[in-house]
């Protein structure tokens, strides 16, 4: 198993969870979703030779690899915290909703990026 095969397990998970029955399927997704970018951040780092980053916050991992001159895709770098707050909220918090829409957005730019960034 390779770090992009825990990504593609990820964004599995999102595609059939986010057109489930109900909330609590979306927030699933959701969670997948935000790991699926969390890994691909990390994946990018460590192609780079670096140390990855201790952190589930989307918004630092997009500052680190801008500063590394790396190409990080609008959407994710302008959705970085409301991404980086379905890692906790969409397990935790019974209230939490988020849109179906900003889900499957935020997958497919996650896919095109890692298709990009790998080949």
């Not at 994946?43 to 989307?58: A, D, E, F, N, P």
């Not at 609008?74 to 915290?81: D, K």
Request: with cysteine.
């Amino acid at each position: 198993m390779t770090y992009v095969d825990l990504i593609k397990a990820d964004l599995k998970c999102v595609r059939l969870f986010v057109n489930g029955a109900g909330t609590a399927d979306l927030n699933i997704a959701a969670f997948h979703c935000q790991q699926a970018v969390e890994k691909t951040c990390d994946y990018i780092v460590q192609g780079l030779g670096l140390s990855g980053l201790r952190t589930h916050k989307i918004e630092e991992w997009v500052g680190f690899l801008r500063e590394h001159k790396m190409i990080v895709p609008a959407v994710i770098g302008e959705r970085a915290e409301d991404i980086s707050s379905w890692e906790s909220q969409s397990r935790y918090n019974i209230n939490f909703v988020v849109a179906k829409r900003d889900i499957k957005v935020i997958a497919k730019a996650t896919r095109k990026w890692l298709v990009e960034y790998d080949g």
